[in-house]
């Protein structure tokens, strides 16, 4: 019996290179970011794959100096990626508190020039919102005494001469849960703090890196099928654990995947993102633009590492994954660790910006520490995003543990004579949300049937048809379902970085099941439900296509 080389997992050859490039600041663009990178690179070339170095433009915001004044005194702060850069003499406001700055907190008073003090790390939807109620700043209370470095940018990857004009317009500053308290009280008691924000921030267009690194099951072969193993590589600080760890593993997946290259059935490609911490995501957000036809007739799945290996990083339960590929990722995490993976959807984030055109996902932030916070976003560490990110907080067996899940996973996708895709359960998820639908004003009955007529079909296919023509019903299927499960439906424009719901494609729909029948807003709605209904019925057709022919 073939088994993974798994076994061959050497912790101690990965500490020896994590311990180098954790001694370089990446950030975006930089000179040290590509000095890292060049290790990276012949790393890479000596396990025999073809580099590819690319150089592209990129929008970056690299966050400066920052302090908040409070009634004369200087409060320990930071400012975000993205932010305006204060004027000299600071930006001066009225506090207004928003609570966790949601559309309800903002309607809730008028925010015109003033700060607003919210809840909790700096986001792009806080930011969004506070954008257009025109606040002229943001002050977030961090859920803890450590203060987290964040990009508050809605728009993924560059900005576009259509989206330029949702990027953040505030000055966005962070300070601690204690002075963040102190002042959110001080507004409870009636008072009326005079707080200033300064923020410097250096925020353009600069030249970025990525390292793509490549190994073809089959030498000869042209336009062969390929798995797209990616993780950033810039960081905030020294970034050992996010993401350092994961470069190393993605490295060390290299080295041994090339040694079982003898029974690869499609090839592997390695993607190193630069932009993602200070542009939004702008490496893989630019890759997929320029690679779209290359990706969208060849890829077959896209695994993405975060901030593995970490001390105290005991949960792999909560790692998000497709449903077509909950099944692998079950599985695997299973046998090499006993946890039994949870039914999470992948969020709106990481390096995931291929769903448009139709290539599933797996993972993002990967293994996680008992949640000690209930106010933080990841349940990665208090060293999240801050300067404590050292070679200190990386555990050795864990980290041996993650690149042994890894491997196992794209050594499945590269070898499995069927794709380990289950799409009878990913149909099975978008049936039950269009049964969540029944007496919407727009009938869903002929999706149903589709839906119904398109699982049998499928299941009859994978009886009969041989390996070679089920695979490429299978990436097909992944074009047309997988931008119906996570965008809003158009392949070629990038979704804003805020959240998303599942099948989000279904949310005129669900706004007409919502509103009262015969009210203008229900006839409203009913127009973007039609044109919501047929964009799915012309998916699931071709779908049914792909099976049927």
């Given at each position: 019996?073939?088994?993974?080389?798994?076994?061959?997992?050497?912790?101690?050859?990965?500490?020896?290179?994590?311990?180098?490039?954790?001694?370089?600041?990446?950030?975006?663009?930089?000179?040290?970011?590509?000095?890292?990178?060049?290790?990276?690179?012949?790393?890479?070339?000596?396990?025999?794959?073809?580099?590819?170095?690319?150089?592209?433009?990129?929008?970056?915001?690299?966050?400066?100096?920052?302090?908040?004044?409070?009634?004369?005194?200087?409060?320990?702060?930071?400012?975000?990626?993205?932010?305006?850069?204060?004027?000299?003499?600071?930006?001066?406001?009225?506090?207004?508190?928003?609570?966790?700055?949601?559309?309800?907190?903002?309607?809730?008073?008028?925010?015109?020039?003033?700060?607003?003090?919210?809840e909790g790390i700096a986001t792009p939807g806080v930011s969004l919102l506070a954008s257009r109620a025109g606040a002229a700043g943001q002050l977030h209370i961090s859920p803890h005494e450590h203060l987290h470095e964040m990009c508050i940018s809605p728009v993924w990857g560059n900005p576009s001469d259509e989206t330029v004009a949702n990027m953040p317009t505030t000055v966005v500053c962070t300070v601690s849960e204690a002075d963040g308290v102190a002042l959110r009280e001080a507004l409870a008691r009636g008072e009326a703090p005079t707080v200033t924000l300064h923020a410097q921030v250096d925020t353009?267009?600069?030249?970025?890196?990525?390292?793509?690194?490549?190994?073809?099951?089959?030498?000869?072969?042209?336009?062969?099928?390929?798995?797209?193993?990616?993780?950033?590589?810039?960081?905030?600080?020294?970034?050992?654990?996010?993401?350092?760890?994961?470069?190393?593993?993605?490295?060390?997946?290299?080295?041994?995947?090339?040694?079982?290259?003898?029974?690869?059935?499609?090839g592997l490609r390695f993607c190193f993102w630069s932009g993602h911490s200070h542009g939004r995501y702008s490496s893989s957000a630019w890759y997929a633009d320029t690679h779209w036809d290359e990706l969208e007739r060849r890829c077959v799945a896209h695994v993405n590492i975060d901030s593995v290996g970490a001390k105290g990083a005991s949960i792999l339960a909560e790692a998000p994954t497709a449903t077509e590929l909950h099944g692998l990722a079950a599985g695997i995490i299973a046998k090499q660790s006993g946890q039994e993976l949870k039914t999470k959807r992948i969020g709106r984030g990481g390096d995931e910006s291929f769903w448009g055109i139709g290539i599933p996902a797996m993972f993002m932030a990967f293994s996680e520490q008992v949640p000690g916070n209930v106010k933080l976003r990841h349940a990665l560490g208090w060293w999240w995003h801050t300067p404590g990110d050292l070679l200190d907080k990386i555990d050795p067996e864990n980290l041996a543990r993650d690149?042994?899940?890894?491997?196992?996973?794209?050594?499945?996708?590269?070898?499995?004579?069927?794709?380990?895709?289950?799409?009878?359960?990913?149909?099975?998820?978008?049936?039950?949300?269009?049964?969540?639908?029944?007496?919407?004003?727009?009938?869903?009955?002929?999706?149903?049937?589709?839906?119904s007529a398109l699982g049998e079909a499928l299941a009859k296919a994978r009886a009969a048809w041989p390996a070679e023509r089920l695979n490429a019903a299978l990436i097909r299927l992944c074009r047309a379902l997988v931008p119906l499960d996570h965008t809003r439906g158009d392949r070629f424009v990038h979704d804003p970085a805020l959240p998303l719901p599942a099948w989000p494609v279904l949310d005129p729909l669900r706004r007409l099941a919502a509103a009262t029948p015969g009210t203008d807003a229900a006839k409203l709605a009913a127009v973007s439900a039609r044109q919501a209904r047929n964009r799915v019925a012309h998916a699931l057709r071709e779908a049914a296509a792909v099976i049927s022919g």
């Open positions: 019996m073939i088994t993974t080389p798994t076994e061959g997992v050497d912790s101690t050859l990965m500490m020896r290179h994590l311990g180098h490039i954790a001694q370089y600041v990446k950030l975006s663009g930089t000179k040290e970011e590509a000095e890292s990178l060049a290790y990276i690179r012949a790393a890479m070339d000596s396990y025999g794959y073809a580099t590819t170095w690319i150089e592209h433009d990129a929008f970056i915001s690299l966050p400066g100096k920052a302090s908040v004044v409070a009634d004369g005194v200087a409060l320990t702060a930071i400012t975000h990626s993205m932010s305006q850069s204060s004027p000299p003499g600071g930006t001066t406001g009225r506090l207004i508190y928003v609570g966790e700055g949601t559309a309800a907190d903002f309607a809730k008073q008028d925010v015109t020039g003033c700060l607003v003090l919210a353009g267009w600069r030249t970025t890196p990525i390292l793509v690194a490549e190994l073809q099951a089959d030498p000869a072969a042209k336009d062969e099928p390929f798995v797209l193993f990616s993780g950033h590589h810039d960081t905030w600080y020294f970034g050992v654990m996010d993401n350092g760890t994961a470069n190393i593993t993605m490295m060390e997946v290299a080295r041994l995947g090339a040694q079982s290259r003898g029974r690869w059935r499609r690149a042994r899940i890894y491997l196992e996973i794209v050594d499945r996708l590269l070898t499995d004579e069927v794709l380990p895709m289950d799409h009878a359960a990913q149909l099975a998820s978008l049936q039950a949300e269009l049964s969540r639908l029944g007496g919407a004003g727009v009938t869903v009955d002929g999706l149903v049937a589709q839906v």
